[in-house]
């Protein structure tokens, strides 16, 4: 199976550049899963249910969240309609939507799609990994689903790799958001489980984490906030992560990550 995932998408620059890119990289690659990471495609916070939509329709089979999940209030509503919009599963009891979802693909197999949060420097959440524990013992690799892909959304990236070995073996991809910088840490565990600490956003990179520069640097020198943090415009960088995995067993065989812009040094999967 070939799977493509693309990193947090932050405001309109990240989600033009993922609606731009989508069709045309799931028919040069033949993608069988492409799973995209839609926290910050509304404003730089939250998605709303047009944004949701418009990457379903141009090929997205299922789109995660993270810590900005509900920035929009309108997802509280709408996020129980979208079949494939997926927040953190270690959010409370009874937060809308849900944590998980196992799509169907064009060829009629199926992949398990969840979202987690690390509790590291993050919101006290449920244990992600008892969660995991939990989903993974419902929906098995090559049992129930032909690939299952986790988003661990966290800020350190010693929990994200103790989650990733935790999985080894179970799991086909653990893929590291929240952090929007691409770390050069991509491979494959002993039992077969592809991983990296970030995908890295899709975005402009001539900014600080997707936002215009003045203000946090200003926050950074002055101390005292002077506005609120704004999305950079200029022209997007893609990043996510490409991986193909053994039809037999649902591992991972190949890695690679995927940049694709006028910034960053250009990233592209060489084996398909």
């Not at 329709?57 to 509503?77: I, Y």
């Not at 992600?128 to 966290?154: N, S, T, Y």
């Not at 995995?245 to 084996?271: H, N, Q, Y």
Request: hydrophobic share 40%; charged share 25%; net charge negative.
């Amino acid at each position: 199976m070939r799977i493509l995932f693309l990193g947090d998408l932050v405001g309109r620059a990240g989600r033009q550049v993922a609606i731009d890119q989508i069709p045309r990289l799931r028919t040069k690659w033949k993608i069988d899963l492409l799973v995209v990471n839609g926290e910050n495609a509304a404003g730089g916070f939250g998605i709303n249910e047009d944004i949701y939509e418009s990457l379903i329709e141009v090929g997205a089979d299922a789109v995660t969240l993270g810590n900005h999940a509900f920035d929009q209030r309108e997802t509280l509503v709408f996020i129980e309609r979208a079949e494939r919009l997926v927040r953190p599963a270690n959010y409370p009891p009874g937060t809308p939507g849900r944590g998980s979802v196992l799509v169907e693909l064009h060829d009629g197999r199926h992949a398990l799609v969840m979202n987690l949060m690390g509790r590291t420097y993050m919101d006290a959440m449920d244990d992600p990994f008892a969660l995991a524990e939990r989903e993974l013992a419902a929906c098995p690799l090559r049992h129930r689903a032909d690939a299952i892909l986790i988003d661990f959304h966290g800020e350190a990236t010693s929990e994200k790799q103790a989650f990733g070995h935790f999985v080894d073996g179970r799991a086909s991809v653990v893929v590291g958001t929240h952090t929007h910088v691409p770390t050069a840490d991509q491979q494959i565990f002993a039992g077969g489980t592809a991983y990296i600490s970030d995908a890295g956003m899709c975005g402009d990179y001539d900014s600080i984490l997707g936002m215009d520069k003045e203000e946090p640097i200003r926050r950074f020198t002055r101390k005292i906030p002077s506005g609120r943090f704004e999305p950079a415009t200029g022209e997007a960088t893609l990043c996510g992560l490409a991986v193909e995995t053994d039809d037999a067993t649902g591992l991972a065989m190949r890695i690679s990550r995927v940049c694709i812009g006028p910034r960053l040094e250009s990233c592209l999967p060489k084996f398909w």
